[in-house]
């Protein structure tokens, strides 16, 4: 096994880890988290496609490289835009788990007039 | 190589549009941003009637041409350069989103203006900036024609998304935005695996090129999954739908208006782009069909749950995860070259644009009902009709549209999707859209009836007080909407015309 296949199953490993981490916590933070797991996990996968020269059998593409530091810029945009609605839910809420009535009626805005 | 980029520099000016399309929205929005206070809304509404002539241009030279509309980034063709393109229904989707956009917006300005000796707060400043954040984000998702532009350009929609539902600050906003948010960070990250694994596999991510090269293996089924289920995520497909309600119910009416006519449609236009445009027929036809079966639950189970509410909002929020499930069905009718590929292909198209402006137009209405009543439950709304007669008259126009009766744009999308499932064979899919139509009814009927109703007693009386809150505007402009989806059913030819360039079957059958 190589150090590029190596890369390539710690990244889908990674990303298994994450997606079980985001099903079955319920704490917000541990899903933003594993939101983030997920990720490292595809960034590591852009990787070893980098080195694999996919593209035109170059030594290493360039392509991969420059699509994870979008998606890294992307990722932390969303983790910040997350934890900040996090910090604002936990204020309003109380609590840092998701509430466990989607959809339910009952816990609608009564659109009363002011 | 210089010669070839010197022909690229020397293209038309028409070119230029798409990315102006793009770029000027994102600066109109830095620009608010940097501004803050009451040129925040100045800009937005001076921007309105600039990008309408953009998507407006578009649409023209696409339909004048009758061929896709077509822009390197740099003067730098694919594989090498990234290409930005607006075939028929891209162009017909940019010109919906920038008409509701507008509408939406102008709506707002009763509900988001700093009035005069007060100061800005957070919501005044950011519903402008999500506003014209949103806009960019659709224009760059319809144009996109790169896999990894699609995706910065679903980021951007997401980002702009999910504020907009909780921006009225209250409990209940806070936790629809916080699931909204999750399940579509889930669906960014699905999709970008997805992408990856379409450049390890095929080292392209340009769709054309992609379009040629894609074969069904392994690689692709498993790329091609992770990104549908993550574009699933977004759009609200049943099972995925249970953020959708509270999110775009609990939000203001304008901005629910702008989620659940123009937010939901980027990420289904990417499931489009998917399975119609890059993956090959053989490879498409069974999920296809489950896209389908899942549009078909998504039809019975929200009307079921919308006909189950008791408060206005939520009940129009169900009626958009039914309709979502009728976008579904057109992918087994629209795919290959046979002779109805390209009528439900039509079809498909225009429900996602008359469902747009109907349920723009019925959202801005129940805000206008709000404004008169006090309340959006459905027990309180005898007599409305007296009270109120504008916005139920809106509301009664939407829901034709969005039950399908003639003449209007739902009728035209519903009949091509029945015809094209009638001659193709999907008896069952025209089973659905008939019983879907009456659940629509139904759910629709429990608005319409009490509001035409005498009233009962006082609430005549207590609403001799001057309540009249809705303004005059507002009823114009949800009327407007309402009326532009009526009109969709004497759409001209061109319409069709401008929809079929592009697409699958239509090309097939031009090079033959």
Not at chain 2, 42 to 58: E, N, Q
Not at chain 2, 284 to 290: Q, R, Y
Request: charged fraction near 10%; charge should be positive; glycine fraction near 10%.
């Amino acid at each position: 096994m190589n150090a590029v296949t190596l890369a390539g199953l710690a990244g889908a490993a990674l990303i298994g880890m994450g997606l079980f981490g985001l099903v079955t916590h319920s704490h917000i933070l541990r899903k933003i988290v594993a939101f983030n797991v997920i990720g490292s996990g595809v960034f590591l996968l852009f990787g070893a496609v980098a080195r694999r020269g996919a593209a035109s059998g170059l030594n290493a593409d360039p392509v991969p490289q420059a699509l994870v530091i979008t998606g890294i810029v992307v990722a932390f945009s969303a983790t910040a835009l997350a934890v900040a609605l996090l910090l604002r839910y936990f204020k309003e809420v109380g609590s840092p788990f998701l509430a466990d009535d989607p959809g339910a009626g009952a816990s609608q805005p009564d659109h009363e007039r002011p | 190589m210089i010669a070839s980029t010197l022909s690229q520099l020397s293209m038309r000016a028409e070119d230029a549009l798409l990315p102006v399309a793009i770029a000027l929205p994102v600066g109109a929005m830095l620009l608010a941003l940097c501004l803050g206070g009451r040129w925040t809304e100045r800009i937005a509404v001076a921007f309105m009637p600039i990008g309408v002539s953009i998507a407006g241009a578009v649409a023209y030279v696409v339909w004048r041409d009758q061929r896709p509309l077509v822009y390197f980034i740099g003067g730098w063709a694919p594989p090498l350069g990234v290409a930005i393109r607006a075939d028929g229904v891209a162009a017909a989707m940019l010109l919906t989103s920038a008409l509701i956009a507008s509408a939406a917006g102008l709506f707002a300005c009763d509900v988001f203006r700093v009035k005069p000796g007060e100061k800005e707060n957070r919501a005044h400043l950011g519903f402008w900036t999500l506003l014209l954040a949103i806009w960019a984000a659709l224009n760059c998702v319809f144009v996109g024609w790169d896999l990894f532009s699609i995706y910065v350009g679903l980021e951007m929609l997401t980002f702009a998304a999910v504020p907009l539902v909780c921006l009225k600050g209250q409990k209940e906003t806070f936790v629809a935005a916080m699931r909204y948010l999750l399940f579509a960070l889930l669906g960014s990250v699905l999709y970008l695996l997805g992408a990856t694994l379409v450049y390890a596999a095929y080292g392209s991510l340009d769709i054309g090129i992609l379009a040629q090269k894609i074969q069904p293996e392994a690689a692709a089924w498993i790329a091609l999954g992770a990104m549908t289920a993550g574009l699933l995520a977004k759009t609200a497909l049943f099972p995925l739908h249970i953020w959708l309600p509270p999110a775009h119910a609990g939000a203001a009416p304008p901005a629910s208006a702008i989620l659940s006519a123009l937010v939901v449609k980027g990420s289904f236009f990417v499931v489009v782009r998917l399975w119609l445009t890059l993956a090959p027929v053989q490879m498409s036809e069974a999920p296809a069909e489950l896209l389908a079966i899942l549009g078909s639950v998504a039809i019975f189970a929200g009307s079921v749950l919308a006909l189950r509410q008791e408060r206005l909002k939520l009940m129009i929020a169900y009626s958009t995860v039914a309709q979502i499930g009728y976008l579904f069905l057109m992918f087994p009718l629209a795919i290959g070259q046979h002779p109805w590929a390209s009528a439900a292909w039509s079809g498909g198209a225009l429900q996602a644009i008359s469902h747009a402006f109907a349920k723009a137009a019925m959202f801005l209405s129940a805000g206008l009902i709000v404004d008169v009543v006090g309340h959006d439950r459905l027990s309180g709304l005898r007599g409305l009709g007296r009270l109120a007669p504008q916005p139920v008259l809106i509301f009664a126009l939407a829901g034709m549209s969005l039950m399908g009766l003639p003449p209007s744009g739902g009728f035209n999308a519903k009949w091509l999707l029945m015809s094209a499932s009638v001659q193709s064979g999907h008896w069952a899919l025209a089973l659905v859209m008939a019983v879907g139509g009456l659940l629509t009814a139904a759910y629709l009927y429990r608005v319409i009836a009490p509001a035409l109703a005498p009233a009962e007693n006082a609430p005549a009386e207590s609403a001799s007080t001057p309540t009249p809150k809705a303004s005059s505007r507002g009823a114009a402009l949800s009327l407007a909407l309402a009326l532009a989806a009526i009109l969709l059913g004497f759409a001209p030819p061109e319409l069709a015309s401008l929809l079929a360039v592009g697409a699958p079957a239509a090309t097939i059958e031009r090079i033959e």
